[in-house]
T-cell receptor, first 115, second 113 residues
């Protein structure tokens, strides 16, 4: 089966610019996650979707970050305006409630550099 | 979620068993131990999980102590491709069938030729 797809793989922007990342989860996976991974740290959950509804966005900086999953399939994460500290890898993951152990499958990530 | 403690880094000779420890002394009765790994420039990858019994799959074995306060991930014959950061995560599985992962800094395993 195809894995989690993300694009772009790399993005360089200047501070105060806006940027968007796209994620296409594994077909049939109802749950989608966005993580932020700063260099040298483990991934940190930003937002979790169940179908097209938000389950948890408590760690999403809502003044500048937004995310949507309009049709319950692919998702977009946006940052506007970007700050230097947003430089990180943004990972998308998906999981299926049909799985007996709820394994999360991760995409390759988008590496964002804010100058 | 219970907090986990892992060594920052470990080395292992190629072909030898790699034993990665994890302490989770505050684990609750309904919390599972999960292991993920992250190879450089890739997203994390699920390895194995367990509740209280030892578990084995095609990738690794998980040994959980009887009091469940610590566990060890065993890669029986480490290869260079096993060089990665290994994350031990403790998490209860929700009835909704989904769960969140709280990653620490993990253990950087270097497999040496």
């Amino acid at each position: 089966e195809a894995g989690v797809a993300q694009s772009p793989r790399y993005k360089i922007i200047e501070k105060r610019q806006s940027v968007a990342f796209w994620c296409n989860p594994i077909s049939g996976h109802a749950t989608l996650y966005w993580y932020q991974q700063i260099l040298g740290q483990g991934p940190k959950l930003l937002i979790q979707f169940q179908n097209n509804g938000v389950v948890d966005d408590s760690q999403l900086p809502k003044d500048r970050f937004s995310a949507e999953r309009l049709k319950g399939v692919d998702s977009t994460l946006k940052i506007q305006p970007a700050k230097l500290e947003d430089s990180a890898v943004y990972l998308c993951a998906s999981s299926s409630s049909q799985s007996s152990y709820n394994e999360q499958f991760f995409g390759p990530g988008t590496r964002l550099t804010v100058l | 979620d219970a907090k986990t403690t892992q060594p920052t880094s470990m080395d292992c000779a190629e072909g030898r068993a790699a034993n990665l420890p994890c302490n989770h002394s505050t684990i609750s009765g309904n919390e599972y131990v999960y292991w993920y790994r992250q190879i450089h420039s890739q997203g994390p990858q699920y390895i194995i999980h367990g509740l209280k019994n030892n578990e084995t799959n095609e990738m690794a074995s998980l040994i959980i102590t009887e009091d469940r306060k610590s566990s060890t991930l065993i890669l029986p014959h480490a290869t260079l491709r096993d060089t990665a950061v290994y994350y031990c995560i403790v998490r209860a599985i929700s009835g909704a069938g989904s769960y969140q992962l709280t990653f620490g800094k993990g253990t950087k395993l270097s497999v040496i030729p």
